[in-house]
Structures are given as C-alpha cells and as structure tokens.
C-alpha cells in the first residue's frame, strides 16, 4: 500500500511536469504569430536576470493585472507583449488568483517597485490600497500608466481602459431594441464589489431606467463568474418570471450560465439573452443565434496601449490622460468582419 | 440486575435523540419546501423541482466522498479544485487527444483517485494533519489544472455524446445527473454500511487507536478513505465538464465548502464516528433548495449566505446536544 | 499445565526521563492464572504492553512456546494467541457489540470486501452466550456500562482463541456480582488450558483467582511465589519493599484551630450525597476511597468546575456562592486536578507562562501589556523554592519529569496567592524519588498555614500525610478517622461500606457478596 501511494504521488509529479510542457507553447501559439519568435527568447531572459534588467541599457515594465487565468487576461498579456516586442522593450505581466485578492497584488506591486523598473502598467484592484506604493513610484519618477478599471487618482500618467459604464449602457440599448422596448429583464453579475462589476451592472439598470422605462428589472444576482453557478441562479430566476424577455450576463461566466439556463429550459429563441466579451462557447451561441449578440472589449489593445503609453512616458513624449480602447456591439452579422474578430478571443 | 435498568434507560433516549437528528434533516427540507411552495406558485412545478435535482448534482457527489472522510474525523478541503482537475483531465483525454468518452470517464476517476490517494499518503504516512495536508492539495489542484489547461476552458464540441451524459434522460424526464447522484449515493450507502471500507472509517473516527489495537492497519484504511473521497471527486469532475460541456479551469473554489456544509447538515459529527449517506444527500438538498427558493423569491442573495451559514450553526449544535446528553 | 508458555527475561525499556524497566522477567505457564503486582509505576502494565506489541522492547528475550520471538505489532501479538483487555477500555462507541469484537478480522460476504453482518452477529451471540453474557450484539457500544464494555472486551479477547489473555486491572470497576462473573469466565478458561495474566491491586482477589504472583517494583522483578501458601502482608512488604515511606517527614503540628473551609450537605444525583467535612488551618485532610467513590467530584463541586444540585461552602466560617473556577481562584482556592496534563498545565507553553496562568491579572499593566519581567522574575521565585529542576523557567512543561510538572502546578497556585490546596492525587505517575520530594513540599506548606485537601488511592500516602482522614464510598462520606486511630484496614472497611449491600434489588448476590467485600483491601 505505501508503495502503490508513492507510485500515485509519482504519477501525480510527472503529469505536473507534462502538464508544463503543454502550456509552455499554448500561448505562443495564440498569440500573432509575427511576434512568437522574439518574444520566446527575451522572455527566458527575463526570468533567470530579471534584477539585472533594470541595471541594463533595455526598458523594463512590469504589468500587474487583475487576474492572469481568465481569457481575457490571456488577451491583454498578449497584446502586452505584442507592444513589448513592437518597441523593443522587456516586460513581466502578472496578477492575483481572484480579484478578491487585493492584498496579494499589493505585494506584486512593491515586489516590481524594488526592481526599479522605467514603468509601471498597474490595474489597481483596489486603488486605496496601492496609494502609498504609486506615491513612492511617483517621487521616485516612476511613471504610473493604468489600464483596464485603471487607478483612481492623478497619479498615473495615463489610463487604458474600456469605458465598462458606457459600454453596458449600450448593451441596455441592444437589449431594449431586441425585445421591443417594454417588458421583463434579469441581470446576472459576476460580483458585486469589483469595479468592472458594479459599473457594467450600473450602466445597464441606469441607462434602462433612463431611457427605457418599460422595461421592468426582475432580478440582479451575482453568480462569482462561475458557470456552474450561474446557470443554477438563472434557471431559478427564469422559472419564477414566465414573462422574462431578456437576459444579461455581465462577464463571459456570467453569460455561459444565462445561456446553458436557457438551452437545459428549452427556451432558445424565448429569451434574449445579452452578454460580454467573448470565448468559444459565447461565440457559437451567437452564430447559433441563441444568444443575440454581446459586448467586446479589445483586451488586446488594452494590453498594447497601456505597454506603449508607458514607453512614450519614459521617453518624455506626450501621452493622453485617458485612452479609449474601444468597446464594441457584436451580433452573428458582424462577428465574423475581420475589424471584430480580431477582438475576440476563442 | 441494577445495572440492567441503567443500561435500558439512557439507550431508549440515544435511540430517540438519533431518530430525531435523522427527522429533523427531513423535517427541515419538508418544512423548506412547503415554505417556498406557498410563498410561490412556480416554486413547486416539475420544471423547477428538475432544477433543484440537477442543482444538487455536483455539490451532492462531493459531499458523498467528504461524508467518509469526515467519518474518520478527517477533513477534505480539496475535493473542489480535485474535481476541476479531473475534468480538465477528461478534457485532455476526449478533446485534445480524441480518446473515446468512457476513456476520458475513466481518466477523470483515477485522477480522483490518485489525488486522494497522495491526500491519504500524505495524513496516514507523513503525519500531516487533513486540514494541511488536503489545503495542500486544494492549491496544488488549482494550480494542475490551470497548468495543464494552459489557463483555457477545454470544450467537448467533438464528442457530442458527452454532455447527454448528464443532460440527457434515461429513466422518465429526470437528467441523468441525477440519477448518477443517486446511483452514487446508493452505492456510498453501501460502501459505509456492508462492506470493510465502511467499517473501519467508522472505526477510526470512532476510536482510532483502539482500531489500531485491534490489529487493523489504520494508515491503509485512512489512505483508501481519502481515495474514495477522490474517486467522487473525479465523478463529480464529469458530471461538471458534461453539464457545462466544457472543462473550466478556474472553478471550483468554495465547492468544498458547500460540500462539508451539506454533510455537517445532514447529521455527520466533525469529531468522527457517526454520519449517514442519507443525511448528507438531504443536506445537499436543503442547501440546493434554499439557494432556488430564494432566488425565486428574488430576495437578495447576501441574505442567502446568512441563511445558509445559520442552518449549518444550527446542525452543529443540535450535534453537540445531542452527544452531550449521551 | 507445566507447558511455559511465554517466558520474558532481561526486558529493558525507557522512555524519555524514565526507565520504566530494568532486567526485567515473568513467566506464565498454560493452564495458570498469574497474577503481576506491584506498585503504581512498577512496570506491569508496560512489561504486559511489550508482550502485546503494543511497545517495542529496548533489550531484553521473548519465547513463545519455547521458541524465541520479536513481537513487532498487536497484529503480531494476535497471530500468537496473545490478546491484552486494557485498563482504559478499547472499544469504538458507535460501533455494534458485534462489529466491536470482529473488528479487524469481519467474516467476509459473498464478496471478499463485503460484510457478513449476519454471521458477525451470530457468531457474537454464541460468543456471548458462551460466556453466559445476556447482551444483544446490535446494540451499539457506548450505551453499555463500563462493566459491560468489559465483560464485551473478554468477549473479544476470546474470539481470538487467545492461548494468553493479559488482563489490566479488569475489576477496577465492576461490582461484586460482576466480578463474580469474571472469575467464573477466567477459571473456565483455565480449565481449558489458557494462560491468564492478571494484573490487580487487590490483592484479597489474587487469593481467589491466581495460581502464582509476580511481584515487581520499580521497574525491576522481585519474585514469584505461590499464591496459595503466601500471607497477603508478605506480598505488601515485597511490593514496598523500601525505605522511601519511612523517610517521609514529620506532620507539621502547629494544627490552628480555626476553620477555613466547611461544607454542607453537598448534593448532585447519585454521585454526591450528603457531603459534609470541615478543613482547619494548616491541616493536611486526606480523602480516601475506592476509583469513582466521588472524592474528585466532590474537589471539583467545591471548586465550582461542575455544578451541585444543593449544598453550602463557607469559608472562614462566611458563606460563599462558587459557581465558577474564577470565583473559586478569587477565594483563595486552588485545584491541582489528578490529570495534570488536561487540566492542570498548558504543557506547550514554558515554565513562566504555565506559573502565572492562574494569576495572569497580577501581571497585566493598566492597559492589558503582560509584564514579561515580571512574570519571569516570579516564576524564577518558584523554581527555586520548590526546587524545580528545569534548565530555565523558559522551558516547555512537557519536556519535564511528572514530579517536576506537579511542582510548575504547585507554584502556579502558590503564585494565585491560593491558601486553600485540592491536591488530586498528587503522586500519581510521578517518579519514586519525586514523590518524597512532593510530600515534604506539601508538609511545608501545611507549616505556612496553608490548609490542604489530599485525594489519593495510595493508602500508606493517606495515612502517612493526612492529619486526619475522610473516606467516602458511592458519594457518601462513610467515616472519619484521625491519623492517629487510622490503618489501611479501618479505611478499607469504610471504603467498601456499599448502600448496595443494603438495597433490595440486590438481595440475591449479597450472601456470597457481603464477605469478601467487607474485608477486601486494595493495598497499593
């Protein structure tokens, strides 16, 4: 018995490794395909002398997001590195497990400050909390650029960011022309403390009451982002309103859930339902036209702005405080214009 | 004899305060039911009972392998990220390397197992507490899971059979997860009460060392208990990836709450000893209706943690009176 | 008859800070009941334990039918034939009478995994109907008494076939009836050519049931003899056989006559009744009786650890209300309780943390900071006065002797302030030198006027240490006596003055009951 144990825990250790193998590739692979060779080396590089970098003559930037394992984060990195690769410059991109761990990024944030990078690209997870380290940036002349929900403060030299509050107003509208301007709707939320949460669920309700006063919200829940979850709470809400029109899903598992809600129910076609961002599974319900139509972001060009407004800061040029990068309404008649598409992650 | 009449008397009340633990299980989830069936005419339909039933699925399944472990005085606190690994595996298996679906089945169940199994090495061999050793295990499988996935959902497009394995009927208009929940159930219902496995968990959570004095070799037994748990963690890793068809490398945080939650309401004691597969099924469901009813309610969903966390109190201490009075 | 059995010689065993045996011998021929006697912290229940595999021996040779063997495990121990009943019971709870005693070794079903529930059973019930037992094996454990745990422990034994049977203290808490019973099963058993170890302080019963005694003493073997033909004071003297009570100190005999403590009509359920004593100042009261007579309940009752049903406590000579330890520590009580370890020491913590534990208010500064030096200061005070051997009052607790943790208790309470002392049994697994060392503390303390309460089961420490003696039985106090008018005799008889004797329901044992039980004395 404790041989046959030890032989699992062997097992267990070689499939890490072979697990390791796999991923190496993976996101060389997806990412554009002119920039895997350039990026493959520097990055080796950067992990065996990354203290060394900042003594050299190359741009160092740290990028500290909000999370690395959902696509989207995988989207921004890419886009990161694409502008890495673009100016010459050398960076880290990392973030937290969830998005509740805003003590964790903190340490990220001070781990990179004592790199002494040229920049910092910082999606705060709770700006408050990060002030003190992007003061000490700051007197350090350490440009600051933010990107995604940004820092909420002067600090920064410039900001990338999708407007999430405009962006959800405009799925509100979608939504209301969909189903006709009157009726029931349900919202299902990742969270309900986190920026990108609370401002895409305040652009819909208050651009629905604003300009749709027809349209009754039934529900608002929160389901973690978790799929599972979600479909579990949409399925009971769509059972307690018959009448329910339309359905809209705040972040990619948010939407999954509303979308395997209505295909377990058997409603397709009944229900509209509404998402953001994108992923395979989102992207085939709206081919299949079960789910309408959603929101896209452009992480790439989250991740390249933000990388390239902090090397135009390093150099002294001129950066806009606030970059729009762009959001867009994508249905089954646009999804496949190669503008958007290249916005979309599988 | 005097001693006779001492050893009748405090039997029949064990006997009534056991009964009542059992009824107050059931009588709660009643009470629950009829509670939210009145409050809402769409509560009790077919359509929305099949919800509830599949909603208890994955979190029913869980608490099936925690319920042995926590018969031993043991704790799991990785069967939830064990169960995403799992179904990431069953991914690699049918979609990336387009092995037939029981093979993938398979894949996902020794996954289980083997995780369990290092769980069970790591608390009967090197000594390490459960607590530590399977908080150990809940990282490690996070971070397996999103390694081997390379941080992506893994999709069951190409084998179309895959999700009728859960979503799918066989008997009347019941999805076959859950009859799967129940087939698992009867079968954990058998492990615990006919066969050794059951016994010596039993045993140990009982009084450890004298099982060891009795000549059982506790650390094989304690390992094969954690292998089980393991075993449903990997069943609970298909019936995920089937439902959702696709493996999702991030979830499962906080699933192994629910599933200790759901056993601690159905009666099982944390100091090892006593639990039935009844209960725990019961406490799956309690917990599962709560979170429909409210919902259906549309009474906002902190509320429905406080509800919850305040039940699990209440079957704590209905535990803690019932064995103070034995 | 004259096969041997098992023959143990040179056993050498230590555990840390104690050599718990030293050359080391015993016999036991097939077909004998042998009895192992000997002080508490002798060494037989740790030789027994070496012979069930449950310890590993240092040095020393086993032979099993003549044929030396290393005896690695309990499982082991089983396949020999060797099967030990523990003194603390063995058995899961909430287990079956039945799956109790096939544990380990369940007859297996139609599949080998499988459980034949029935045939467990069934073969419990003819076990047990073997053995004259009229219990139902489905009946879950825990709802049997101690004396019925242990007549299903013998059953299990038994299953095994077991060709030795080692038995720890089996009678400790059975009834006279219940013991009559076992001796029933034990002569049966050797009828059929089992050999049966018998570990026991009464020594009265090894003149019923044992063929020879072994009797050891500190660790060490002294002799066998006959049980027949030998006197039972012959076999005190062997098993004290030293000079460490003669040694023991003078009583202080400046007896004050003021009264600090009484107690009133003491009452809970069946374990206290009518408990009444007074205590002086700078006296020494022993409490003896029989394991469960309540003389603990009765420390803790007045210690409001537990909760009575009625009674009164005054203390000098004004009533107190003592509903709780705290309360109980305010008034100037302390309790040393028989299990330090549970209750009487954090043995994590370090000698100075575990000596201001019962004070922690006296070195707290106004905002609630723990004055380190303080507390260190205090606790070095200790150490040196009651002669703590300890490298610095930094040490962990539980990496000193017995006799120097009772010593870390004793100055915890000395540093409370406390002047009223409930020793539980303060001796009980301290080391022989260790424990002259705790009587003179306690002499010395009675000198300074402090008043102390002595429960303990070792009569020759009653009698040496007590000014005057409290002997309770059931939950009664069933005599008094003054040092000067006690012997082990006297305490005995009040000891064993069972109100079962005189109720009805037991009628049809007394007649052979009444006897032995009078005059049963556990000599220690």
């Not at chain 1, 902090?310 to 040029?317: L, P």
């Amino acid at each position: 018995m404790k041989k046959v144990s030890l032989l699992l825990a062997l097992l267990l250790v070689l499939v890490v490794m072979a697990g390791c193998a796999a991923p190496a590739a993976a996101p060389a692979a997806d990412s554009d395909s002119a920039s895997t060779s350039e990026e493959a080396a520097p990055a080796d590089d950067a992990a065996a002398e990354s203290d060394a970098a900042a003594e050299d003559d190359g741009i160092y930037i740290p990028v500290i997001s909000k999370g690395f394992q959902h696509q989207f984060w995988q989207a921004v990195e890419s886009g990161a590195e694409q502008a890495a690769a673009d100016y010459g410059v050398e960076i880290t991109f990392e973030g937290p497990e969830t998005e509740a761990m805003v003590d964790r990024q903190i340490e990220m944030l001070q781990a990179a400050l004592a790199k002494n990078p040229d920049a910092i690209c910082f999606a705060a997870l709770d700006t408050q909390a990060a002030i003190p380290l992007l003061e000490e940036a700051q007197s350090r002349g350490i440009p600051i650029v933010g990107f995604d929900s940004g820092v909420d403060s002067d600090i920064p030299v410039a900001t990338a960011a999708t407007d999430n509050v405009a962006a959800a107003a405009l799925a509100a509208d979608k939504m209301a022309e969909l189903i006709g301007d009157e009726g029931q709707v349900a919202v299902i939320v990742h969270d309900q403390t986190s920026r990108t949460g609370i401002d895409r669920r305040d652009g819909f309700l208050n651009q629905m009451e604003a300009a749709h006063p027809n349209i009754e919200i039934v529900n608002v829940d929160y389901g973690g982002g978790d799929q599972l979850k979600s479909t579990d709470l949409a399925k009971a809400v769509i059972q307690a309103n018959p009448d329910l029109k339309g359905y809209f899903g705040a972040n990619e598992g948010s939407i999954i859930g509303v979308l395997n809600a209505i295909t377990e129910l058997g409603k397709e076609g009944e229900i509209v339902a509404v998402g953001y961002d994108a992923g395979a599974q989102q992207l085939d319900a709206i081919r299949s036209g079960v789910e309408s139509g959603a929101i896209t972001q452009n992480p790439v060009g989250i991740g390249y702005k933000c990388v390239e407004a902090a090397v135009k800061a390093i150099n002294g040029e001129e950066v806009e405080k606030v970059i729009d990068t762009g959001f867009f309404w994508y249905d089954a008649d646009n999804i496949d214009d190669p503008e958007i598409a290249a916005l979309l992650y599988e | 004899m005097a001693s006779a009449a001492t050893t009748a008397a405090p039997r029949q009340s064990i006997l009534r305060s056991d009964a009542a633990q059992k009824l107050l299980a059931f009588g709660a989830l009643i009470l629950i039911f009829a509670f939210f069936s009145f409050a809402s005419p769409v509560f009790f339909t077919w359509e929305n009972i099949k919800g509830i039933l599949l909603a208890t699925a994955v979190n029913g399944i869980l608490a099936l392998g925690v319920t042995f472990i926590i018969i031993t005085a043991g704790i799991d606190l990785s069967v939830g990220t064990v169960m995403t690994l799992c179904a990431v595996m069953t991914g690699v298996a049918i979609t990336n390397l387009g092995l037939p679906i029981p093979v993938g089945i398979l894949v996902s169940l020794l996954t289980g197992i083997a995780a369990g199994s290092v769980n069970g090495f790591f608390i009967s061999r090197m000594g390490i507490p459960p607590f530590i050793a399977t908080l150990g295990m809940m990282m490690m499988a996070r971070g397996l899971a999103l390694v081997i996935s390379g941080v992506k959902p893994i999709y069951f497009n190409d084998a179309p059979g895959f999700r009728n394995l859960t979503m799918g009927t066989l008997v009347a208009d019941i999805p076959n997860a859950v009859i799967i929940l129940f087939v698992a159930a009867i079968i954990a219902a058998f492990i615990l009460g006919k066969t050794v496995l059951g016994r010596y968990a039993v045993a140990m959570g009982s009084n450890e060392e004298a099982t060891r004095l009795s000549g059982v070799n506790v650390a094989n037994w304690k390992t094969a208990v954690y292998a089980l748990g393991g075993f449903f963690s990997g069943l609970a890793g298909v019936v995920i990836a089937s439902r959702l068809n696709s493996a999702q490398p991030a979830l499962g945080m906080g699933y192994e709450l629910d599933a200790i939650a759901a056993v601690v309401i159905g009666g099982t004691s944390l100091s090892g000893g006593q639990g039935t597969i009844l209960g725990t099924v019961i406490g799956a469901f309690i917990i599962s209706t709560l979170t429909n009813g409210l919902r259906i309610l549309s009474v906002p969903q902190e509320w429905q943690m406080v509800v919850t966390g305040a039940i699990v109190i209440l079957a704590v201490y209905l535990d803690i009176v019932r064995r103070r009075r034995q | 008859m004259d096969t041997v059995l098992v023959k143990m010689e040179g056993i050498d065993k230590s555990f840390p800070g104690v050599r718990a045996l030293i050359n080391a011998q015993f016999e036991l021929r097939a077909g004998e009941v042998h009895a192992l006697v000997g002080e508490n912290g002798a060494g037989k229940s740790t030789l027994m334990k070496i012979l069930s595999g449950i310890y590993t021996k240092d040095a020393g040779h086993i032979y099993y039918l003549g044929e030396e063997t290393e005896i690695d495990g309990p499982r082991e121990a089983q396949h020999l034939g060797i099967s030990m009943i523990h003194q603390e019971l063995n058995l899961m709870p909430h287990l079956t009478l039945a799956q109790n005693v096939f544990i380990g070794r369940e007859p297996r079903g139609a599949l080998p995994f499988m459980l034949d529930e029935r045939k467990i059973n069934a073969q419990t019930e003819a076990l047990f109907e073997r053995m004259n037992l009229r219990l139902n094996p489905g009946t879950k454990a825990s709802e049997l008494t101690v004396a019925k745990q242990q007549m299903v422990e013998i059953a299990k034994a038994l299953s095994f076939d077991s060709q030795v049977l080692i038995m720890d203290e089996p009678t400790a808490a059975l009834t006279n009836a219940e013991i009559d019973e076992l001796f029933r099963i034990i002569r049966d058993l050797r009828s059929k050519g089992v050999g049966i170890v018998y570990i026991s302080h009464r020594l009265e019963e090894l003149k019923q049931i044992c063929d020879r005694i072994t009797v050891m003493r500190d660790g060490q073997y002294v002799d066998t003899v006959d049980a027949a033909s030998i006197p039972i004071d012959r076999i005190i003297s062997m098993m004290v056989g030293r000079t460490i009570y003669e040694s023991a100190p003078e009583l202080p005999e400046n007896r004050d006559t003021e009264t600090v403590l009484e107690v009133r009509n003491l009452n809970r359920g069946k374990e206290l009744i009518d408990v009444n004593f007074s205590l002086k100042k700078g006296e020494i009261l022993g409490f003896a009786g029989l394991m469960g007579a309540g003389r603990t309940e009765v420390a803790r009752a007045i210690f409001g650890a537990d909760p009575v049903d009625s009674g009164e406590i005054y203390l000098y000579g004004k009533r107190v209300g003592i509903h709780h330890p705290r309360t109980a520590v305010q008034n100037g009580l302390g309790y040393l309780s028989e299990d330090r370890k549970r209750y009487g020491l954090a043995t994590g913590l370090n000698v100075e943390i575990n000596n201001a534990l019962a004070s922690m208010g006296q070195f707290l500064s106004s905002v609630g900071v723990v004055n380190d030096s303080k507390m260190e200061e205090r606790a070095e005070q200790y150490v040196e006065t009651l002669a703590i051997k300890t490298p610095s009052v930094n040490q962990l607790v539980k990496n000193l002797s017995g006799g120097n943790q009772q010593k870390v208790v004793i100055g915890k309470w000395l540093t409370a302030d406390s002047d009223i002392l409930i020793f539980d049994e303060p001796t009980r697994g301290i080391d022989v030198g260790a424990k002259s060392e705790i009587y003179h503390l306690l002499n010395e303390l009675a000198g300074q006027g402090k008043s102390i309460i002595m429960i303990s089961s070792e009569l020759p420490e009653i009698l040496r240490m007590s000014h005057r003696i409290i002997v309770m039985c059931e939950g009664r106090i069933t005599g008094e006596l003054d040092a000067t008018e006690a012997t082990q005799e006297r305490i005995m008889t009040y000891a064993t003055m069972r109100s079962v004797l005189t109720d009805q329901d037991d009628d049809n044992h007394s007649t052979d009951d009444a006897a032995p039980a009078a005059v049963t004395v556990s000599q220690k």
